[in-house]
């Protein structure tokens, strides 16, 4: 849940074998206003040392100017010399893994040395200094996701050699138990912890990480199906200082709560999934029991109903966020407890049924709302919504996905009453007009994110949005009605846009991409799939835009390897790249890639002309995650095996005819390094749809 907002820094260079880093807080950036302010927080940056992953190889004298990074293992510094203060960079799409250099200088190949350096990612927040001595710079938190070469041992020498672990994630640790849990607890300043997925660890390995981890505030046990409340416990009785706590999809019963509800500096918590909790179960919170939670997300809970909701308001009366989505129908006396709550800010209630005034009820109880989601809810009307709208004064995000029934009464109501919305969900609103619209543009400017996928909208709906000049986001895909003219439009109003979605708009041509590619310099994310007119010209366009890091292009058969080239040259920061069934990009386009897209994270190859020689130039690129290679006629069990023992993936999606082919001793060890297979049984299907039979096909199945 909060791994899309982790902080990524560069790697630099120490002479000590447990590398060491100051940072901004890794803090989830949506959760910081909810959380503590700590003193490092608040405490000015100072100049950082350099850190890397890199061991020096030799040693030499030190030198006062700070040096630019370079290619190789550097010398080691002297402890006297000056070393340049980093800012932290933007999280990325991938988390887990360290940033390539930028593209002035080469890659840097990482040689670990150390336990310390089976981290494949470092951050962690700094320490106050003291007045009289310098800071403690804690150790690097490693980021173990998916491994399954380690065990207890290899843990215990981890923690051995970093002393000051802060952060530690052992998510998806299949095979990890309690014994492992315990030589975790031997680190005393560990302060998060995600132990997701960790099936085999039980209430003793919980007992042990409490004991030895007091000052633990974030923790996962997100399906830790071992864990009852005997564990929670005893973590409620070490762990006071406990912010943030996961107990999605465990088996969580009335016994828990009492547990739960001792924290009481817990602010956050999660609790999706847990069909243990029943009305009985929240019946038995005391009044105001926890007066701290601000967030809870009892989302796909089944078995409670408006009984428990009320049971919920009454206990934790100071709650900004609560997410029932997926929850019983919502009747109008649960809509009414809500008001209770005075300060609730964040309302989601995706998926829920909405029986007969339950929507207004929301309207009378909940004024204080600056978001409110109702995706995919039924029993939504035009009536229930132009009643709620005006009532919410504050109102600064909405979500309408799927609301079918809605009409342009609902969204004249929307744009009337809501002005100041910086977010508007409203795909798949069938029933709204291409006119209707046209008032999103011309009344609600302060938007920054609109989602009309799936909607009439047409080149005027377009050339009405020419006053949100602040849109960052921008979902137009399946809009068969737009055309290059509209997006003439858009490249002249929202010059910050970052993020657009055409998927399926097949009116879309090489003219339209090159207006919004020289009009939107700050792109970072374009999805042209299935947008068939396009050829290698809208490539050469987009790789002007520097920034650029998400390119979809899948079901585009006229771009070939030499757009793919252009791109890969011109857009460094490139990390998920989807070229399914461009059928006419080969190796060359690889190899390209493999020399200048250092930064690539996840690519789609299914049913391009690639071959051996194509796969194994891409492992080249050390930072690569996840691969799709299903029906890649050009590549054989041998090549496939080449790839995978060189790079470092994370999850790789095969057809399941390579199954048989490949060695199951070769897969273990693949697998043993953390990689994850997905086996696809498709048949192959070459034969592209136009867009508008594609549409017509999906209403049907609505039908």
């Known amino acids: 849940m909060y791994s899309s907002q982790s902080t990524i820094i560069h790697y630099y260079y120490l002479p000590s074998p447990c590398r060491k880093l100051q940072s901004a807080s890794p803090w989830p950036r949506q959760r910081q206003h909810l959380l503590p302010t700590t003193p490092s927080a608040a405490a000015s940056p100072s100049p950082r040392p350099r850190i890397s992953t890199t061991s020096p190889t030799s040693s030499s004298s030190s030198s006062s100017t700070a040096s630019p990074p370079r290619t190789h293992a550097p010398s080691s510094p002297s402890p006297s010399s000056p070393a340049p203060a980093t800012p932290p960079r933007r999280a990325t799409a991938a988390s887990s893994v360290p940033s390539a250099p930028s593209s002035s200088h080469p890659r840097s190949p990482a040689t670990p040395s150390s336990p310390a350096s089976i981290s494949p990612s470092v951050r962690a927040s700094p320490t106050p200094p003291s007045p009289r001595s310098p800071p403690r710079r804690p150790s690097p938190p490693s ?6 070469g380690f065990g207890a041992a290899g843990l215990a020498a981890l923690v051995a050699a970093c002393p000051n672990l802060t952060d530690l ?15 975790v607890a031997k680190a005393r300043r560990l302060q998060r912890l995600s132990l ?50 996961d107990l999605s999809y465990t088996m969580i019963v009335k016994k828990c709560f009492p547990a739960i509800m001792k924290l009481q500096s817990l602010q956050v918590l999660l609790l999706v999934g847990c069909n243990g909790i029943d009305d009985d179960a929240l019946t038995s919170l005391d009044q105001e029991c926890s007066k701290s939670l601000q ?4 989302s796909n809970s089944y078995n409670v109903t408006h009984v428990g909701v009320l049971s919920v308001v009454k206990a934790m009366p100071n709650l900004l966020e609560l997410n029932l989505s997926y929850c019983s129908p919502v009747t109008p006396s649960m809509s009414s407890s809500f008001e209770m709550i005075h300060k609730l800010q964040t309302l989601k209630l995706d998926g829920c049924r909405f029986m007969d005034d339950g929507l207004k009820s ?46 342009d009464v609902s969204l004249a109501a929307i744009t009337t009453s809501c002005p100041s919305l910086i977010t508007l969900r409203m795909e798949s609103c069938s029933l709204i007009s291409s ?3 046209q008032l999103i543009g011309k009344r609600c400017t302060h938007l920054e994110e609109l989602d009309l996928t799936d909607t009439d909208l047409d080149d005027e709906g377009l050339k009405a949005l020419s006053g949100c000049t602040k849109l960052s986001s921008l979902k137009i895909g399946i809009c068969l009605r737009i055309t290059d003219e509209g997006l003439r439009h858009v490249s002249k109003s929202c010059p910050d846009l970052r993020d657009i979605d055409l998927y399926r708009s097949g009116a879309i041509s ?9 009009g939107c310099p700050m792109l970072e994310s ?9 050829t290698d010209c809208s490539l050469r366009s987009l790789s002007k835009c520097i920034k650029l890091n998400t390119l979809e292009i899948r079901g585009c058969p006229m771009v070939s390897s030499a757009g793919l080239s252009e791109i890969a040259t011109g857009c460094r920061l490139l990390s998920k790249l989807d070229i399914k069934k461009c059928f006419e990009i080969n190796d060359l386009g690889m190899i390209f890639l493999s020399q200048f897209s250092h930064n690539l994270r996840q690519i789609n190859l299914s049913y391009c002309s690639v071959t051996d020689i194509g796969l194994i130039s891409l492992s080249s690129i050390c930072g690569l995650q996840n691969m799709t290679i299903v029906h890649l006629a050009g590549v054989t069990p041998n090549g496939l095996i080449a790839a995978l023992m060189v790079c470092g993936l994370r999850k790789v999606k095969l057809h399941e005819a390579f199954k048989s082919m490949v060695p199951s001793h070769m897969l273990k060890v693949v697998e043993a390094r953390g990689c994850l297979f997905q086996w696809i049984n498709k048949p192959y299907q070459v034969a592209l749809e136009p867009c508008d039979v594609w549409k017509q096909q999906s209403q049907d199945l609505l039908v």
């Not at 980021?143 to 399954?148: A, F, M, P, Q």
């Not at 967030?295 to 009892?298: S, Y």
């Not at 035009?382 to 079918?404: A, I, N, Q, Y």
């Not at 090489?510 to 020289?518: L, Y």
């Open 295 to 298: 967030v809870l997300d009892m």
């Open 143 to 148: 980021i173990l996701s998916r491994s399954r």
């Open 510 to 518: 090489d003219e339209g991409v090159t207006h919004i590619a020289q």
């Open 526 to 534: 374009i999805n042209l799939s299935y947008c068939t007119k396009i």
């Open 362 to 407: 929301i309207g009378k109880s909940c004024v204080s709302l600056r978001e409110l989601s109702l995706s995919k809810c039924s029993g939504v009307t035009d009536t229930d919504l132009s009643f709620v709208v005006p009532r919410l004064k504050d109102l600064l995000k909405l979500d309408v996905t799927c609301c079918r029934k809605i009409t």
């Open 196 to 245: 997701s997925r960790c099936k085999r660890i039980t209430d003793m390995g919980l007992g042990c990480i409490a004991v030895g981890c007091p000052d633990l505030r974030d923790l996962s046990l997100k399906w830790c199906i071992g864990v009852t409340h005997l564990g929670l416990d005893l973590l409620a009785l070490k762990c006071n200082k406990l912010n943030i706590l």
């Open 169 to 183: 994630d052992l998510s998806n640790g299949l095979d990890l138990g309690d014994a492992a849990a315990a030589e």
């Open 435 to 437: 006119k209707g619209l």
